[in-house]
Each structure stands twice: as C-alpha cells, then as structure tokens.
C-alpha cells in the first residue's frame, strides 16, 4: 500500500516549518561544535599549554647555551678533553699490558711449592734477581732451588750455606741472574 501524501498548508507555512528545520539544524550542529570545543579544552589543553611553555623555555636554554659556548670556548674545551680521553684510554692499555719481568715474576711467584713462601722478588735492572721468603723444611727449599735452576729464565742461582743448617721453619735468600736477552723482551 502505497499513500500519497500532500501538504495542504499554506505557502506561508510551509517556510515556518522549513525555518524551524534549519533552526533545529543549526542548533545541532551549534551543540557539537560546542561539545568538540569543550572536548579540546578538556583533552588537548593541558597537554599544549606546557608544551608550549617548555618549548619557550627550551629555545630560551638554547640561546643561553650557545652564547656561554662563544663566551667559554666550549668547543676548543671540548677538543681538549677529548684528545686528554683518547691519551689517557692509551695509558690505561699501556698500563694493563703485562711488561717483560711480569712473566718472570708470574712464573716465580706461582712456583706451586706449598711449603715455600716468597717475601720479596727483587728484578734490578742489570739482571740480578733475589728472592727472600720462608720454607717449612730443608727439603723443600732444595726442590724449590732445583726448580729454579731448571726454569727458563734464571741463570748462575746461588744459596748461602745458612740456608740449609736448619731442618725446618727456614728464612732463606737466594740469588740469580736472568738469563741473557730476557731484559730486553717485551
């Protein structure tokens, strides 16, 4: 069932009804312009406004920044720094690099013997070696001069007789000379 339906109002009337359509549309579209301006007000406003003030302080600092740069010479400063970085970074390679006595003294100071206990490893410049600590007996103060004699980097190893009188709780000193060409390797 189709109905027709026709206006009989008057022309008049007919444009109030078409004023009170658009009014109504207007009004719509009023509340949400309204309604999208309050949500922006709530929403977006109080992230923006300290964005904008940070960024007036930011450019602020820049400016502050760059004329203490020119009044400073931060970047000649800094040049400085870094070539003092670069020396001090081969320094401490320098530094953590074991040096030619260093396997001589590993070597000594690690002789495995548990009864014998070093005091003092003196390396002189010349070459000479002496070495002051304690053995618990005679006998292992021998194998420990025979395990001198017998490494690869001591020549010429002399005891005095005072160390082997004693029996046991012995201080010793014994003496030696590097062999040749070890003062010079690195």
């Given at each position: 069932?189709?109905?027709?339906?026709?206006?009989?109002?008057?022309?008049?009337?007919?444009?109030t009804i078409e004023l009170v359509k658009a009014a109504k549309l207007t009004r719509a579209a009023a509340v949400f312009i309204c309604g999208f301006l309050v949500a922006n007000a709530v929403l977006v406003l109080p992230t923006l406004l300290p964005l904008l003030f940070e960024r007036k302080e930011l450019k602020r600092e820049l400016?502050?920044?760059?004329?203490?740069?020119?009044?400073?010479?931060?970047?000649?400063?800094?040049?400085?720094?870094?070539?003092?970085?670069?020396?001090?970074?081969?320094?401490?390679?320098?530094?953590?690099?074991?040096?030619?006595?260093?396997?001589?003294?590993?070597?000594?100071?690690?002789?495995?013997?548990?009864?014998?206990?070093?005091?003092?490893?003196?390396?002189?410049?010349?070459?000479?070696?002496?070495?002051?600590?304690?053995?618990?007996?005679?006998?292992?103060?021998?194998?420990?001069?025979?395990?001198?004699?017998?490494?690869?980097?001591?020549?010429?190893?002399?005891?005095?007789?005072?160390?082997?009188?004693?029996?046991?709780?012995?201080?010793?000193?014994?003496?030696?000379?590097?062999?040749?060409?070890?003062?010079?390797?690195?």
């Amino acid at each position: 069932m189709n109905m027709l339906t026709t206006n009989l109002l008057p022309q008049e009337d007919k444009k109030t009804i078409e004023l009170v359509k658009a009014a109504k549309l207007t009004r719509a579209a009023a509340v949400f312009i309204c309604g999208f301006l309050v949500a922006n007000a709530v929403l977006v406003l109080p992230t923006l406004l300290p964005l904008l003030f940070e960024r007036k302080e930011l450019k602020r600092e820049l400016a502050t920044g760059q004329e203490a740069q020119q009044k400073f010479q931060v970047s000649a400063r800094s040049k400085e720094l870094k070539a003092l970085a670069a020396t001090l970074r081969e320094i401490r390679v320098y530094a953590s690099q074991p040096h030619y006595p260093s396997k001589i003294l590993d070597t000594l100071a690690n002789h495995g013997n548990a009864a014998i206990s070093l005091e003092t490893i003196t390396v002189t410049q010349t070459g000479d070696v002496l070495l002051n600590g304690k053995a618990d007996t005679r006998k292992a103060l021998l194998e420990f001069e025979s395990t001198l004699r017998n490494s690869p980097y001591l020549n010429d190893i002399t005891s005095p007789l005072s160390n082997i009188i004693r029996e046991s709780n012995i201080s010793f000193s014994i003496q030696g000379n590097l062999k040749p060409g070890l003062m010079g390797e690195k």
